[in-house]
């Protein structure tokens, strides 16, 4: 035993941590916000988890006498600066059967799930960094490892965790003003603690990649390509809503709210803590400090249901929230093209299109200023926008219910379509914003080495059959499929209207 632990390293291995959450999140297809831990344990099929109060009984009144050690932890912790202070047990991990399986318990008295969440990463992290093979280094054996060496081991443990639950090549997604400190913890539904110390770390990490904004190893790629549909598409703020919700009725409430609330009508995410309406419906909104996830008081709630569970089906309201297609623009309120004629030669200072005549800048048709593309109501006065006509117009954003013809029933949806057309459109040597165009409301099927693209119209068709090498490419090169496509068929599919 003195000799393997003499095998502990002098320095935290932390690239090593970063690879090991990177291959987990790549192997099980991880592909949206919050990650769950408890899920990657089950479905790694060798670890259990259990709860404290589970293992609590009359023999055991204090399982793995995590009371009495933080007991003694307290008492060590009086004595010392606060630096030298011991950290409390809230979790366990040890490995059973020799060596084939392993239990983690923690301690569920305290009801805070993001730090549950958190301990449970940290508890994988030394499972899969090898730490209770190599150096037998449980808390109970803790006492026969130096400081130090426990130390190296905990900030291992901490570093996978913090990749795994908050991963750099998702996060890098975003620019910094974006990512601010309490959005990261939000997003990852981790405490605001690890959110701003996460942020920190991001902003350190200066080796990435510009283009790409990460290490351009396969993992990371491949967990970019997974995330990049949640990401572009918003559907991230569910995590983001959901996390506020946790502290519905805090005094951290408004603060969060401020970043999302949820239009009780139509179920607009609202973004902008400023904003008095919802820039979907119009409706007028509570103010973050007002906000409630409940959209009716709880004597409502009684009066209209019948059984609690009722009740419980209308606070599940608190978990929705809903994203709607909005008319991608450059980041200062100009869209990419004309959305009428898509032409993408728009001036600055031109309120209309050059080529077909139409409105081509978000305005309050009430006060006349400019609004972010995706506004139908003007999110201070509640007034109509100039596109609000333009949207009624549009198709939806995606198609719903898809019949492919009877010859094509042996292809699937390719899974990375959002990422495919982007990185077709935008990361060759030059960006093609025809293409782009052209692909936005496209959707992709393939069969083996086949593709098969659906696109609006004969237009859109011409522009894809022009540009076949550019998506075979962003195919093979950047959505990292194994094969490249040997054929791409292009058919126009009816989109359904609004
Ligand atoms: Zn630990
Ligand atoms: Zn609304
Ligand atoms: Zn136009
Ligand atoms: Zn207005």
């Known amino acids: 035993m003195q000799k393997r632990k003499e095998t502990i390293h002098e320095k935290p291995r ?14 099980l297809e991880i592909n949206k916000f919050p990650i769950c831990p408890f899920s990657i344990a089950e479905r790694l099929g060798c670890i259990d988890i259990l709860k404290y109060t589970e293992l609590q009984s009359e023999e055991m009144p204090d399982p793995f006498s995590f009371d009495a050690r933080n007991r003694k932890i307290d008492e060590y912790n009086k004595t010392v600066s606060l630096q030298s202070q011991r950290p409390r047990i809230d979790a366990e991990v040890r490995m059973v059967r020799g060596g084939n399986r392993y239990i983690i318990v923690y301690d569920d008295r305290k009801d805070n799930e993001q730090r549950i969440r958190w301990t449970i990463a940290h508890e994988l992290g030394h499972i899969v960094l090898g730490h209770l093979v190599e150096f037998e280094c449980t808390a109970l054996n803790r006492n026969g490892l130096t400081k130090e060496k426990y130390g190296v081991l905990e900030v ?17 997604m975003f620019n910094f003003e974006q990512l601010v400190s309490k959005n990261v913890s939000l997003i990852c539904d981790i405490s ?78 609202i973004t902008d803590g400023k904003d008095s309406f919802c820039g979907i419906c119009g409706t007028e909104t509570k103010p973050p400090h007002l906000f409630s996830p409940y959209p009716k008081s709880l004597e409502d709630y009684m009066r209209d249901c019948e059984t609690p569970e009722d009740i ?35 001036e600055d200072a031109s309120k209309y299109c050059l080529v077909c005549g139409a409105i081509s800048q978000n305005l309050c048709l ?22 609000k006509k333009i949207y009624e117009a549009l198709p939806g954003r995606f198609f719903t219910e898809i019949d492919l013809p009877h010859e094509y029933d042996d292809h699937i949806e390719y899974p990375y379509w959002t990422f495919a057309v982007v990185t077709a459109a935008f990361w060759g040597k030059e960006s093609n914003i025809n293409l782009y165009n052209a692909m936005e409301n496209s959707i992709g099927f393939y069969n083996r080495d086949e593709m098969l693209i659906l696109v609006e119209n004969d237009s859109c068709k011409a522009i894809v059959k022009e540009n076949e090498d550019y998506i075979k490419t962003a195919l093979t090169d950047y959505c990292l499929c194994s094969k490249p496509f040997r054929n791409i068929e292009v058919i126009v599919h009816e989109v359904p209207r609004n």
């Open 192 to 269: 605001k603690d690890a959110g701003n110390k996460r942020y920190r770390e991001l902003k350190r990490k200066k080796d990435y990649n510009e283009q790409w904004g990460y290490k351009t190893n396969n993992e990371e790629r491949k967990i970019h390509r997974n995330f990049f549909e949640h990401m572009l598409s918003g559907e991230y703020l569910f995590s983001v809503y959901n996390s506020a919700c946790r502290f519905d009725d805090t005094a951290i409430a408004s603060e969060l709210f401020s970043e999302c609330r949820v239009c009780h009508t139509c179920q607009n995410f």
């Open 156 to 172: 291992e443990a901490h570093w996978f965790a913090s990749e795994l639950l908050a991963p750099t090549p998702v996060l890098r």
């Open 14 to 27: 932390f690239n090593l941590a970063e690879d090991k959450a990177f291959v987990l999140l790549s192997e």
């Open 312 to 346: 419980l089906k209308y606070r599940d309201t608190k978990s929705r929230g809903k994203n709607y297609y909005y008319i991608k623009s450059e980041g200062n309120n100009k869209p990419h093209f004309c959305p009428i004629c898509k032409n993408h030669e728009i």
């Open 366 to 387: 009430q006060e006349g200023k400019s609004l972010e593309t995706a506004h139908r109501y003007c999110p201070a006065c509640g007034g109509e926008t100039s596109f």
